[in-house]
């Protein structure tokens, strides 16, 4: 996969870095990645698997990772502040986010998309399905949540370790630790990590889009009102995001299917792509021979 960008894209005009695989022509696929990930924390091999399964695979750095434009004018966001209500620091939404991804889909000249999204990327993805039925064909939700908060909360030994990293080193490290005792390659998590680092990782990046989901609500009741195919994936083994987020997104969502996936964690472990891309490819050639 080659890197591009588009310019001028959505609502607030900015940049958007991008990736596409597979055959232009089949299905298109848009992955939307979490708070502090990029395109390329969508695994090259998972995104192959898909390519292989007949899907047009488009990956992209949201605004303020890698990439795509960043917001640094805006500064760091007050989380505490924001959390008790005073949300003068937050830049922008999950609804902002949402419109860029159209916005991406509008600079692609694609009409509609199936639309996968990881951990935050889950919200923005089940945002766009709310804010812009037409342009959903079909969801997945994956490692994700319906509100602001986890569902329940994580736990101290869910919570990422220690302060936050300021040098590649500590990142690369601090990913390490956060994969450690969870089925994964820590290999390759350490060299996407310095790959995420050297493309643009930022602290106040990752805490402003952390902050857009602050006053966003619980979005369950907006998501019964979803007629579309839908597949929400969650890690048996997840510490960031507990299985019981997965599970009340699934049940929000009107037929939609609920798979926990054994060895898997807040993240994408080689021996859960071949399930994981089986399954996301049965949804979407499901959804483009029986529309709902």
Known sequence: MSEEKVRNVGPAGIEIAYERLGDPAAPPVLLIMGAGGQLINWPDGLCAALADHGLHVIRFDNRDS???????EAGTPDIPAALNGDRST?????????ADTIGLLDALDIESAHVVGASLGGMIAQTVAVDHPARVRSLTSIMSTTSDYMTPPPTVERRPPGPPPTTRELYIDRMVTAASGIDTALDAVAET??????????????????????????????LAALK????????????????AAGKATADAI??????????MGHNFPPRVWPELSTRIAALVHNAETNPI
């Open 193 to 222: 990590a310095g790959r995420t680092w050297d493309r643009g990782w930022s602290l106040p990046g990752m805490l402003r889009q952390a902050a857009s989901v602050i006053g966003s609500g619980d979005r369950a009741g907006k």
């Open 228 to 243: 579309l195919p839908t597949l929400v994936i969650h890690g048996a083994a997840d510490r960031t995001a507990d299985p």
């Open 90 to 98: 937050v830049p922008y939404e999950l609804a902002d986010l949402a």
């Open 66 to 72: 890698g990439h795509s434009t960043h917001f640094d």
């Open 254 to 263: 009107p037929g939609a299917e609920f798979v926990l996936v054994d060895g």
